[in-house]
């Protein structure tokens, strides 16, 4: 069975920093794209960042210069590191993988971050 867990959500106060960690489990995700999403509330979820299997990596607007994600191929796991927090950062953030760019074919249940002012 396929499973993404999620960890490393909570509350911190803006300006601060987060890690988020999602380690994979069932199958290997090496060959595949893996990504962040968040959804705040009363808003449709957006993607944060992606990346392949070689390296590439996108992130949003919104989180340039702040969000970074890596991987780690032997651990079969991605990570968000989330600097710079703001207010405005507040959602539920989903790891997803495999499947198109656009299209995840795994999601995690998802993991709180909540930022103070």
């Known amino acids: 069975q396929v499973q993404l867990v999620e960890s490393g959500g909570g509350l911190v106060q803006a300006g601060g920093s987060l890690r988020l960690s999602c380690a994979a489990s069932?199958?290997?995700?090496?060959?595949?794209?893996m990504a962040w999403y968040r959804q705040a509330a009363g808003k449709q979820r957006e993607v944060v960042a992606r990346m392949s299997p070689r390296g590439t990596r996108t992130h949003a607007d919104s989180v340039k210069g702040r969000f970074t994600i890596s991987r780690d191929n032997a651990k079969n796991a991605v990570y968000l590191q989330m600097n710079s927090l703001k207010p405005e950062d507040t959602a539920v953030y989903y790891c997803?993988?495999?499947?198109?760019?656009?299209?995840?074919?795994?999601w995690g249940q998802g993991t709180q971050v909540t930022v103070s002012s």
């Open positions: 069932g199958r290997s995700f090496n060959l595949d794209n």
């Open positions: 997803a993988a495999g499947g198109s760019w656009g299209a995840p074919d795994y």
